[in-house]
């Protein structure tokens, strides 16, 4: 019989997308119990499902008696599950995740029978550079994509490259990705003219000899009674992607290569809108990921008691499970983009539990004024916290030497005085603490009741030891200690920590060499000494400068950077807002476009002037059109023009400059009351580039 083409059914499951997660596994449960009672009763029949795992475990988690039926099928080898958990996003997650999640949906699929044997990335918008290796490392010879595939690439294998170098054989799914057999089977009539035609299509890809893969299935969908006949019936034979791609060797020798990462739109689209809608989910997934990767486990690692390896695996699951390619995306309806947000914020809870359990056996050893100080990194560390610390002392590090300081903010002292029944203030006592801090004294003078509260107290304090001095007393006074916010510079060892904490001035410089009354805000502690190695901060509502980086704030609110080389960038930081009436995938600016880059008017504010930190909030006022600007009487297209309805948007973007840092840290916010419209900060660079370097996973990409 004749072997031209290889059936693979399949169905490519997107576990949350336009419908939320529950409501696709519903339909999950309904095809999987399909899936099974097909292959059972078509010995036949093959099935892969989709390269990941988590829709195994999807399903069982509601029919869990089904398990060793799966199990059967995955071990008799007509059902291939894996080797993902989920089929990723491989650039809007961390190289690690990505390791996690292959680790994972492997040692899940050994317990089943084995996971599919091949790098299986149908549907992920591009590929990471680093992918071959990752593949590589875990045991696979092979890869399967669709889209990023440059023009270069004619046949239907080539060899992708790696940054380091490694080479995969990896199957390429030309002439409709994923689906390009899908046409074949939908009814008997005309069934082998279908299959001719296919093979004449294929064969331009593959070559006069050798099997075609007819990859038979699409988005959700559900197998095909009959298919082994009609499979049979154009001589065919049915397999899973594994079988077919396992009949090569994984040998790249005369194959085509691709270095680097796949990002081409050459024959698919792949989608680059997405890596900036819902920007706050993205942002979300970066800070949960380095939490859990850069702070709790290492900290755990270095300094952690028992090792609180559930916990991680519980942050880790959901990182993982929010790395979906329709999750993290933000592509999908917004329940589905609700979900992954609480997963990715659960992720992030989990990881500052841990990371705060380990600091916090570390803060044990430090006095009860003082701050713990970590540095997370393998290389030693000078640079700016900002710190909230007692009193008006100086600050000393663990040896007792005096710590550059520069004060930002005072807290309220005087938190409450009232004329109230001193009864109603004993109400709000709950051992020693009042107000979110602990009373470190009382007294009862001219009929007030005074507390003095702290963050810590030694005090042993008794409700009922007061009760009896309540007499006349018809006012209440809570007033807490002095307290403020600093920056500091802080200097920490490599993958290390240290303490700071205030001391009297006279200890940290000696008795003064004549009265100057109360001890300066601006005492030699808050200043860096002369010899330094790192420079002041100046600034003023015009111009920061460290020596490093001079920021000049121009009349529009934009900032003109001169670097400590020369060079300079001109307009940074100007806001630009245009119309969108595109969807999650994509922005489309409507015809009759409106852009406003110009402020209707800008203020300026020093917040700080150094010399640790310089602080300058540019406050700009635009007017936005309101909405997107329909056709009148067909609401239901696409606008066409932005309204002449204008909203006034003040704009605040937070200019700061600290010692020893060549670059300018910049914080925007606005109140959005604007619809269909989007908007850019931009950046000019210096000059004009023909290639940019951009992080990637476990690689430094280049592009241009």
Same mark, same amino acid.
């Given at each position: 019989?004749?072997?031209?083409?290889?059936?693979? /059914?399949?169905?490519?499951?997107?576990?949350?997308?336009?419908?939320?997660?529950?409501?696709?596994?519903?339909?999950?449960?309904?095809?999987?119990?399909?899936?099974?009672?097909?292959?059972?009763?078509?010995?036949?029949?093959?099935?892969?499902?989709?390269?990941?795992?988590?829709?195994?475990?999807?399903?069982?988690?509601?029919?869990?008696?089904?398990?060793?039926?799966?199990?059967?099928?995955?071990?008799?080898?007509?059902?291939?599950?894996?080797?993902?958990?989920?089929?990723?996003?491989?650039?809007?997650?961390?190289?690690?995740?990505?390791?996690?999640?292959?680790?994972?949906?492997?040692?899940?699929?050994?317990?089943?029978?084995?996971?599919? /044997?091949?790098?299986?990335?149908?549907?992920?918008?591009?590929?990471?550079?680093?992918?071959?290796?990752?593949?590589?490392?875990?045991?696979?010879?092979?890869?399967?994509?669709?889209?990023?595939?440059?023009?270069?690439?004619?046949?239907?294998?080539?060899?992708?490259?790696? !940054?380091?170098?490694?080479?995969?054989?990896?199957?390429?799914?030309?002439?409709?990705?994923?689906?390009?057999?899908?046409?074949?089977?939908?009814?008997?009539?005309?069934?082998?003219?279908?299959?001719?035609?296919?093979?004449?299509?294929?064969?331009?890809?593959?070559? !006069?000899?050798?099997?075609?893969?007819?990859?038979?299935?699409?988005?959700?969908?559900?197998?095909?009674?009959?298919?082994?006949?009609?499979?049979?019936?154009?001589?065919?034979?049915?397999?899973?992607?594994?079988?077919?791609?396992?009949?090569?060797?994984?040998?790249?020798?005369?194959? /085509?290569?691709?270095?680097?990462?796949?990002?081409?739109?050459?024959?698919?689209?792949?989608?680059?809108?997405?890596?900036?809608?819902?920007?706050?989910?993205?942002?979300?997934?970066?800070?949960?990921?380095?939490?859990?990767?850069?702070?709790?486990?290492?900290?755990?690692?270095?300094?952690?008691?028992?090792?609180?390896?559930?916990?991680?695996?519980?942050?880790?699951?959901?990182?993982?499970?929010?790395?979906?390619?329709?999750?993290?995306?933000?592509?999908?309806?917004?329940?589905?983009?609700?979900?992954?947000?609480?997963?990715?914020?659960?992720?992030?809870?989990?990881?500052?539990?841990?990371?705060?359990?380990?600091?916090?056996?570390?803060?044990?050893?430090?006095?009860?004024?003082?701050?713990?100080?970590?540095?997370?990194?393998?290389?030693?560390?000078?640079?700016?916290?900002?710190?909230?610390?007692?009193?008006?002392?100086?600050?000393?590090?663990?040896?007792?030497?005096?710590?550059?300081?520069?004060?930002?903010?005072?807290?309220?002292?005087?938190?409450?005085?009232?004329?109230?029944?001193?009864?109603?203030?004993?109400?709000?006592?709950?051992?020693?603490?009042?107000?979110?801090?602990?009373?470190?004294?009382?007294?009862?003078?001219?009929?007030?009741?005074?507390?003095?509260?702290?963050?810590?107290?030694?005090?042993?304090?008794?409700?009922?030891?007061?009760?009896?001095?309540?007499?006349?007393?018809?006012?209440?006074?809570?007033?807490?200690?002095?307290?403020?916010?600093?920056?500091?510079?802080?200097?920490? /060892?490599?993958?290390?920590?240290?303490?700071?904490?205030?001391?009297?001035?006279?200890?940290?410089?000696?008795?003064?060499?004549?009265?100057?009354?109360?001890?300066?805000?601006?005492?030699?502690?808050?200043?860096?000494?002369?010899?330094?190695?790192?420079?002041?901060?100046?600034?003023?509502?015009?111009?920061?400068?460290?020596?490093?980086?001079?920021?000049?704030?121009?009349?529009?609110?934009?900032?003109?950077?001169?670097?400590?080389?020369?060079?300079?960038?001109?307009?940074?930081?100007?806001?630009?807002?245009?119309?969108?009436?595109?969807?999650?995938?994509?922005?489309?600016?409507?015809?009759?476009?409106?852009?406003?880059?110009?402020?209707?008017?800008?203020?300026?504010?020093?917040?700080?002037?150094?010399?640790?930190?310089?602080?300058?909030?540019?406050?700009?006022?635009?007017?936005?059109?309101?909405?997107?600007?329909?056709?009148?009487?067909?609401?239901?297209?696409?606008?066409?023009?932005?309204?002449?309805?204008?909203?006034?948007?003040?704009?605040?973007?937070?200019?700061?400059?600290?010692?020893?840092?060549?670059?300018?840290?910049?914080?925007?916010?606005?109140?959005?009351?604007?619809?269909?419209?989007?908007?850019?900060?931009?950046?000019?660079?210096?000059?004009?580039?023909?290639?940019?370097?951009?992080?990637?996973?476990?690689?430094?990409?280049?592009?241009?």
């Amino acid at each position: 019989m004749s072997t031209e083409i290889v059936v693979v /059914p399949h169905t490519h499951w997107d576990r949350e997308w336009y419908e939320p997660f529950q409501r696709f596994r519903l339909r999950l449960v309904a095809l999987l119990d399909e899936v099974l009672d097909t292959m059972e009763r078509e010995p036949a029949y093959h099935f892969t499902l989709d390269g990941q795992l988590a829709c195994v475990d999807d399903y069982l988690e509601v029919r869990p008696e089904n398990r060793d039926r799966v199990a059967a099928l995955v071990e008799s080898g007509r059902l291939a599950v894996g080797p993902w958990q989920i089929l990723l996003d491989e650039f809007l997650c961390s190289g690690e995740n990505i390791v996690r999640n292959l680790e994972l949906g492997m040692a899940r699929a050994d317990k089943l029978g084995g996971a599919m /044997p091949v790098g299986y990335l149908p549907d992920m918008f591009g590929h990471a550079a680093q992918m071959p290796q990752i593949l590589r490392r875990a045991g696979l010879l092979h890869a399967c994509v669709y889209r990023g595939v440059p023009s270069s690439v004619t046949t239907d294998a080539f060899a992708w490259v790696a !940054p380091d170098g490694t080479a995969l054989r990896t199957q390429y799914l030309p002439a409709g990705g994923y689906g390009n057999g899908a046409h074949l089977f939908h009814d008997s009539a005309g069934l082998k003219e279908r299959a001719a035609a296919f093979t004449r299509t294929m064969r331009e890809w593959h070559g !006069p000899e050798g099997s075609l893969l007819a990859m038979y299935g699409t988005d959700h969908s559900a197998p095909v009674r009959g298919l082994p006949e009609m499979v049979a019936e154009i001589g065919a034979r049915m397999d899973t992607l594994s079988g077919y791609i396992g009949a090569y060797s994984g040998e790249v020798d005369g194959l /085509p290569e691709v270095r680097g990462e796949l990002r081409s739109h050459a024959r698919a689209n792949i989608l680059p809108g997405v890596i900036s809608v819902r920007a706050h989910v993205k942002q979300a997934m970066g800070r949960a990921e380095r939490m859990v990767e850069r702070y709790a486990e290492p900290l755990a690692t270095l300094w952690g008691d028992e090792w609180p390896g559930r916990f991680l695996d519980m942050a880790w699951w959901r990182l993982v499970d929010a790395s979906g390619h329709d999750s993290v995306t933000g592509c999908g309806v917004d329940e589905t983009a609700q979900q992954v947000a609480a997963r990715i914020a659960e992720a992030e809870h989990l990881g500052q539990a841990v990371r705060d359990m380990v600091t916090a056996r570390l803060a044990g050893a430090v006095p009860s004024d003082g701050v713990l100080v970590v540095n997370p990194t393998p290389a030693p560390r000078r640079g700016v916290v900002v710190v909230d610390v007692a009193g008006h002392h100086p600050l000393v590090d663990a040896s007792g030497a005096p710590v550059p300081i520069q004060p930002l903010e005072y807290a309220a002292t005087l938190l409450l005085d009232d004329e109230m029944d001193p009864a109603t203030a004993l109400s709000f006592v709950h051992g020693t603490e009042l107000y979110g801090q602990h009373i470190t004294s009382w007294s009862v003078e001219d009929g007030t009741l005074t507390f003095t509260v702290a963050h810590e107290t030694q005090m042993v304090f008794d409700v009922d030891d007061l009760r009896g001095e309540l007499d006349g007393v018809t006012r209440v006074r809570i007033v807490a200690e002095p307290r403020r916010t600093v920056a500091a510079l802080v200097e920490v /060892p490599p993958l290390g920590h240290t303490s700071i904490r205030p001391a009297p001035h006279e200890q940290v410089f000696g008795p003064p060499a004549r009265e100057t009354g109360p001890p300066s805000e601006h005492a030699p502690s808050c200043w860096l000494s002369s010899d330094s190695a790192t420079l002041p901060v100046r600034g003023d509502e015009e111009v920061l400068d460290n020596g490093l980086l001079r920021v000049a704030i121009a009349g529009d609110g934009t900032l003109t950077l001169v670097g400590q080389d020369g060079t300079t960038v001109t307009g940074a930081g100007r806001i630009v807002d245009g119309g969108d009436v595109g969807d999650t995938y994509n922005h489309a600016p409507p015809p009759a476009d409106l852009i406003v880059d110009e402020p209707v008017s800008v203020e300026t504010e020093l917040i700080a002037s150094g010399p640790l930190v310089a602080m300058v909030d540019v406050r700009r006022t635009y007017r936005w059109p309101a909405a997107g600007g329909g056709i009148d009487g067909a609401p239901e297209l696409p606008a066409i023009a932005r309204t002449p309805t204008t909203e006034n948007v003040v704009v605040t973007t937070r200019v700061e400059l600290r010692a020893g840092e060549p670059f300018v840290r910049l914080d925007v916010e606005f109140d959005n009351r604007c619809d269909d419209h989007r908007v850019r900060l931009h950046v000019p660079l210096p000059d004009r580039a023909t290639q940019s370097y951009g992080e990637g996973q476990f690689a430094v990409t280049t592009r241009g």
